[in-house]
């Protein structure tokens, strides 16, 4: 019996996910909003701010990479809805807990367990909707879902000007469950039942690397997505360092993420859109990758005249919004039995891999004597390279059924 699919985007299903990315965006990027005055209160000063800013920044990042593979595995094994129930428990606890934090060794703690709480919320919302929606109608679906990740992370921004840092946390805790009571009408897809009676290697990490073209596949989305977190983890986040180093006067860092992220609130909407009326996700992720680099050039190009790194943090953004057609072909990829186990490694990695990017620039710098804005830009190609590489090795994915398991 096939399964019955929504064809509206505006259904229970997307609406419950993509409030769940909202809230995801929103608890991911407070943390980097109230970093500094959450530590001064606590007691840091000076060069300890940025050491324990990086403490408390890998113990979440830490957290996200294990609860991504770990709610992959239990998503494709007992189904995505209990995913995206233990997942809004699990941070949503966390969040109230770290409103209550008084040294920096428990916020480091609740910082890991409110990552793993958040891993689960992109890969298993993603697939939940692209299951539950017809072929011709799904990348409505996640652009709805997308967006409203997008408009979390302004409001995020924007929420430091209003809410002190332990008032925004137990705020954001409190939403989470006020969602859970959305998520109790929500229901398990008809493919995930259907597949889970024969499919072999339900959420088996592993497995993933027992084919060579299975593990290109996977290793090539990882590579789409770094991009991204370039961009905001490294690029956004030191502007004013960069406009200081140029001597452009001091910019303000908050701005310049709110505008990159409202860029990626469009991009994820009219990328979404133009997907569905071309009929390609492979065609608009190469144009939105293209616009990001084309950006991210006018950026550093920016540093040496004027001081509109405010509108070229925007353009960035925009390009950048191709995150909603990525993660749908992501999960269109690879079947049933792998999909969520896929979406959420593929999704917590890429974001995890700024923990690695951060060193990275770091030696560049020191081991070539070159300046932060010329460290920047040798990462920038290091991985914007391999990004437009991978899009145009993959297959297109656009009117895939995704009723098929990875034997």
Known sequence: MTPKLHHSPFNIVVLAAGLGFFIDTFDLFLFNVY???????????GDELT?????????QM???????????????????????????????????????????????????????????ELGAGITLVGESMSIEKRGYGTIFVATLGGLGAVTAGLAGDFLPWRSAFISAGI????????????METGIFHSARQSAKHSGSFFHLFQKRERAMRYIACILMGVPIWYS??????????????????????????????????????????????????????????????????L???QLFHASTIYVTALLIGTGCGYLSVFVTATSEHFGTNLRVTVTATVTNFMRGAVTILIPLRMWVESAFNTSLSTSLLWVGLLVWIPALLAVWWMPETYGRNLDFIED
């Open 51 to 59: 050491r324990m800013g990086e403490y408390l920044l890998s113990a």
């Open 175 to 186: 939403a989470g469950f006020l969602l859970l009571l959305l998520r109790m009408k929500a």
């Open 62 to 120: 830490l957290g996200m990479m294990v609860g991504g593979l770990v709610s992959g595995v239990i998503a494709d094994k007992r189904g995505r809805v209990s995913v995206l129930f233990g997942s809004i428990v699990i941070y949503s606890l966390a969040n109230i807990l770290n409103g209550f934090v008084d040294d920096v060794n428990s916020y480091a703690i609740i910082r890991f367990f409110a990552g793993m709480g958040l891993a689960g």
């Open 35 to 45: 970093r500094i005055p959450s530590l001064k209160e606590l007691g840091y000063t």
């Open 232 to 297: 905001v983890g490294l690029l956004i986040t030191l502007s004013p360092e960069l406009a200081s180093e140029n001597g452009l006067g001091s910019l303000k860092a908050s701005l310049c993420f709110i505008l990159f992220q409202c860029g990626v609130t469009v991009g994820d909407l009219s990328s979404g859109v133009l997907s569905q009326l071309f009929k390609s996700r492979k065609k608009v992720l190469f144009a939105f990758m293209i616009i990001a680099v084309l950006s991210t050039a």
């Open 299 to 301: 950026h550093f190009y």
